[in-house]
């Protein structure tokens, strides 16, 4: 399961669960859905804190790939060989004008 996924279930349930704690205190449900909110938040920060990580790596992960691949992409357009590692086009060969 992906580490995004894994925290953001994470940090849902400690909300379901503080919205459950607090039910059967006397309050307004809007009250108890932001007290909620602020328990959950506060609980998640040092509970989850390795799924935040690993998710955290994820995406920064995914932001260098990225730029990599723009870098990359940048450099064949300008026809710099030295950057581009393979052909921009993976077509089919030009034909012959020779004849």
């Known amino acids: 399961m992906s580490p995004a996924v894994k925290y953001t279930l994470g940090r849902i349930g400690l909300f379901v669960a503080s919205v459950l704690a607090l039910w059967p205190v006397d309050l307004n449900i809007f009250v108890k859905l932001m007290l909620a909110l602020a328990f959950s938040a506060a ?3 040092i509970l989850l804190r390795k799924w ?6 994820q ?4 932001a260098q790939r990225r ?3 723009k870098e990359r992409l940048r450099a064949a357009l300008a026809g710099d ?6 052909p921009a086009n993976d077509g089919p060969p030009a034909p012959d004008s020779s004849r």
Do not use: T, V
């Open 81 to 86: 060989d030295a950057g581009a590692d393979r």
């Open 59 to 62: 995406i920064a992960a995914a």
């Open 67 to 69: 730029r990599d691949e």
């Open 52 to 57: 935040r990580d690993e998710m955290a790596h």
């Open 43 to 45: 609980l998640s920060f």
